[in-house]
């Protein structure tokens, strides 16, 4: 499968997004964005892969903001030095000058979020530079995190359908009342972009003017 989106795919895309959204339940984002965060840490450089954690970083804070977190940790990551694999040793037998032979390139802090939307679990981190937003830790104690681990079940595969589930992101949050700024396609730019926003703000208007108060979710 190409990684290249065409013009044509990604209207085709597009609207199979809107029949994917179910009337905007925010499970059904959630479950792209669990199968979206797999495909993205496979993705190396793709460009696809920026698109994922900016919607990822907006999700994450919708579901915080909105009381769908019941736990939240703040992790340290260490980052092992590749010059010298983590000894400090430098190949010619001296410190390493890039760690300064403590074999640590850099520490990373991350909250680890851990979200139940409709019942079901997810757990999400979030570098720490990246949080805009107060958030309050169940946790005082930082914890050590060693990175993700294995291949999680239902991971995405090809490149269309992870521009599908951006796209699903990407209306289902703007409904709720989010807006990332993704332009989910490489040629979006030619789309009318506009024009294309004011269509989900009109299905907005809808869910709200059908919805019951106590259905609002924002």
């Known amino acids: 499968m190409s990684a290249t989106i065409s013009l044509s795919q990604g209207w085709g895309i597009l609207f199979r997004a809107m029949t994917r959204q179910k009337f905007w339940d925010l499970g059904v984002c959630a479950e792209w964005m669990y199968r979206l965060n797999v ?9 696809i892969a920026d698109e994922i954690y900016e919607i990822k970083n907006h999700l994450i804070k919708y579901l915080y903001q909105h009381g769908y977190a019941y736990e939240v940790k703040l992790h340290s990551q260490k980052r092992l030095c590749h010059s010298c694999g983590g000894d400090g040793i430098y190949w010619t037998g001296g410190e390493c000058y890039k760690c300064d032979g403590t074999g640590i390139y850099a520490i990373t802090r991350l909250y680890a979020f851990r979200f139940d939307v409709g019942g079901r679990k997810y757990a999400w981190h979030q570098l720490a530079k990246f ?22 079940e239902g991971a995405i595969m090809s490149y269309t359908d992870a521009w599908l589930g951006c796209c699903v992101l990407w209306l289902g949050l703007r409904v709720h009342g989010a ?14 972009v506009v024009r294309l926003r004011k269509v989900v703000d009109g299905m907005k208007k809808r869910f709200l003017s059908s919805a019951r108060e106590d259905d609002v979710p924002f």
Request: charged residues 25%.
């Open 39 to 47: 495909f993205a840490r496979h993705a190396g450089w793709h460009p």
């Open 131 to 152: 949080i805009d937003y107060d958030v309050v830790c169940t946790l005082s104690e930082v914890e050590s995190y060693a990175g993700a681990k294995g291949d999680e």
């Open 179 to 192: 807006k990332p700024h993704s332009r989910l396609f490489d040629a979006s730019h030619n789309w009318g």
